[in-house]
């Protein structure tokens, strides 16, 4: 194997490690959702994640006005309005949407690159893996019960929570190139905790603590958000993109609801039918035809 192919397999491996802890963030943050609210869930989540960061390389990073403007959008994109727009989507409508909604991430990340990026380009392959992928998205998301019912406000706040994760794949290109992968998250996360912090103070409610003194699951739920969700694994998902390219990485987004509807089967005991295992084959054929496009080349 050469060089190349050797750095392409690490590439979708931590691709794939990611999407896996993150498919079982949402079973985390919904036992969590218990005792806190969405926004203190993202407070404690980017705090941890930028003090385990600085742990991992305390190395300060020194950086003009344009480049820290670059890096309060990555937070403001990729952290805040996210998980903001998502959370808040759930409130307004039926979760299969939001899950639908929000895996049209990949298709709007490979449209804004083509757009903006001349590096990468969208190919016919990548196009029929995005169709096949998101089929199979449906049938896992709808895994056995048609349920589809719009509801416009939670609906468009799904489509925003898509359209922000694009815009953070998009914007992250340049520094990718230029910073280590690191220093990178550790100030995204930072970023992150500022613009989230105002509207904490806005909601007017202080973080109570106590459950996580008395639950042990509340305090493993906070600590695998924080520490891996968070800080690990958006360092894994730079990593991923820096030898995969967006497009391709993106696509492992795909997975994401498969992995929350097998994690769901075994923690919460939810049922998983055929038409969900037959979606997984789907959205596993989708990414792996997507890429044939590029191994080409």
């Known amino acids: 194997m050469n060089k190349s192919k050797n750095q392409q397999l690490i590439g979708h491996l931590l691709a794939l490690f990611t999407i896996i802890v993150w498919g079982t963030t949402f079973i ?20 941890l994640a930028y003090v385990v960061l600085f742990i991992l390389k305390p190395k300060p990073l020194f950086v003009n006005v344009k480049t820290e403007a670059q890096f309060a959008l990555l937070g403001l994109f990729g952290c805040t309005l996210y998980f903001l727009t998502e959370n808040n989507a759930l409130t307004y409508t039926y979760a299969a949407n939001v899950s639908i909604i929000v895996a049209s991430a990949p298709i709007l990340t490979a449209l ?9 380009k969208v190919d016919r392959n990548n196009i029929y893996g995005f169709l096949i992928a998101f089929l199979g998205v449906a049938m896992v998301v709808f895994n056995g019960t048609v349920v589809l019912k719009l509801n416009p406000k939670g609906d468009i706040l799904s489509l925003l929570s898509a359209f922000t994760w694009a815009m953070y794949s998009l914007l992250q290109i340049p520094l990718l190139k230029r910073f280590d992968a690191v220093l990178l998250t550790r100030r995204v996360m930072l970023w992150g905790f500022i613009t989230v912090l105002p509207v904490a103070l806005i ?10 003194l008395h639950n042990g699951t509340e305090l493993f739920c ?5 520490i891996i969700g968070s800080g690990i694994c958006y360092v894994t998902w730079n990593l991923a993109t820096r030898r995969l390219g ?14 929350t509807m097998v994690t769901a089967a075994l923690v919460l005991h939810e049922r998983v039918t055929w038409m969900g295992v037959a979606g997984a084959v789907l959205i596993i054929c989708g990414v792996i035809f997507s890429d044939r496009g590029k191994a080409k080349k």
């Open 28 to 47: 985390a943050t919904k036992l969590l959702l218990t005792d806190f609210s969405p926004i203190h869930i993202m407070l404690m989540r980017f705090t």
């Open 112 to 120: 804004l690159v083509h757009l903006f990026h001349k590096e990468e």
């Open 203 to 212: 909601s007017g409610k202080p973080i109570d603590f106590t459950p996580l």
């Open 222 to 226: 906070i600590l695998f958000l924080g």
């Open 246 to 259: 967006v497009v391709i990485t993106s696509n492992y987004i795909y997975i994401n609801p498969f992995v």
